[in-house]
């Protein structure tokens, strides 16, 4: 059972980038790494997955070196409303069989004008 | 389209009560899951279902908790003789996935808030 540690909290400015940094020392071979993001009273929301190497999209990367025992979100040029807690998730499933997965405790991203 | 929906989005039970969460989950999708999220705590797997079988179930804290997925679409989370230990907000999340070669990324409902009181 893959377990994940994440800073508590973490502050940044408008504008800036902010990276976050999971750590995952047990995570197995077929897991997948998914960052989700959540505000008060709702469910959290797809942000980022990726399995090695880099991964970018239009909101994000995902950076996760080669043995995969970590990784880094990067949101580029916050705003105020990215204000919100963020959580890596690690594990897998497939029809053939399922794997526990495992969230993070969560950073609570506070982004200041 | 439609998202994730969960019914009641409150709910309070008295302790020794039975309560039942309802998911609609996202029309189409196989894969389903139950986490419960604790206040201030990231959200915990409680179960799986792949269609209508639960493939995992090593999440649920006791025998009081039970699932089921009976048609592969709306599935129920029934805790029985709730405690005050119980109380939380219940996340189900649906995900189109079945097999290898596509993404794990799961769709959340808002949750239901579990108060025992």
């Known amino acids: 059972l893959a377990k994940t540690t994440q800073p508590i909290s973490m502050d940044s400015y408008e504008g800036q980038e902010v990276n976050i940094t999971c750590s995952h020392n047990?995570?197995?071979?077929?897991?997948?790494i998914t960052w989700y993001q959540q505000f008060p009273s709702q469910g959290p929301r797809f942000i980022i997955q990726g399995y090695k190497t880099k991964v970018t999209n239009e909101v994000a990367s995902l950076f996760i070196p080669a043995d995969r025992k970590s990784s880094t979100l990067s949101l580029p040029r916050v705003s105020l409303s990215d204000t919100a807690v963020y959580y890596c998730?690690?594990?897998?499933?497939?029809?053939?069989?399922?794997?526990?997965?495992?969230f993070g405790s969560g950073t609570q991203l506070t982004v200041l004008p | 389209g439609a998202g994730v929906s969960q019914s009641p989005r409150y709910k309070v039970a008295k302790r020794g009560q039975d309560v039942a969460l309802r998911c609609d989950p996202i029309s189409g999708h196989v894969s389903l899951f139950w986490y419960q999220q604790a206040l201030g705590q990231g959200p915990e797997f409680l179960t799986y279902f792949q269609n209508e079988a639960q493939l995992d179930k090593s999440g649920l804290p006791s025998d009081r908790f039970f699932a089921e997925r009976p048609e592969g679409s709306v599935s129920t989370l029934k805790i029985q003789r709730t405690q005050q230990e119980d109380s939380a907000v219940y996340l189900c999340?649906?995900?189109?996935?079945?097999?290898?070669?596509?993404?794990?990324?799961?769709?959340f409902g808002p949750g239901t808030r579990l108060t025992v009181t």
């Open positions: 998730l690690v594990g897998s499933f497939s029809s053939g069989s399922a794997r526990q997965l495992t």
């Open positions: 047990n995570i197995a071979t077929n897991d997948y």
């Open positions: 999340a649906s995900s189109p996935r079945s097999g290898g070669g596509s993404s794990y990324e799961q769709y």
